[in-house]
């Protein structure tokens, strides 16, 4: 299959936050990525998953401007922080897998 016959579906930014330690002083430096769903899988900064190793995402606010946005695939969970509600992406997610467990690829 070339990459040409890949469409992308959604898109949602994620934060990997990471800790610094300069002079003595530990620092939070953030970083924004990209979670995109294709009609292949999703794809991260660090990961590539088909849709038949993604199980399922699922969703958890813990503050007003974040949440985790979390997904279960058949090599384990994985998290990411995100800062707005992912229910358009989810949602997406949840109509190609069943379209493809019924067969039909078309959307």
């Not at 330690?21 to 953030?30: C, S, Y």
């Amino acid at each position: 299959m070339n990459k040409e016959d890949i469409e992308v579906l959604a898109n949602i930014r994620y934060m990997k936050v990471t800790r610094v330690i300069e002079k003595n002083v530990q620092n939070h430096r953030e970083e924004e990525h990209v979670i995109t769903l294709t009609t292949k899988g999703i794809e991260t900064s660090c990961d590539t998953f088909s849709l038949a190793e993604v199980l399922d995402i699922s969703f958890r606010d813990f503050s007003q401007q974040l949440g985790l946005l979390y997904l279960h695939t058949t090599k384990g969970m994985y998290s990411y922080t995100v800062r707005i509600n992912p229910q358009i992406f989810i949602k997406k997610f949840k109509e190609v897998k069943k379209r493809k467990k019924n067969g039909t690829n078309s959307l």
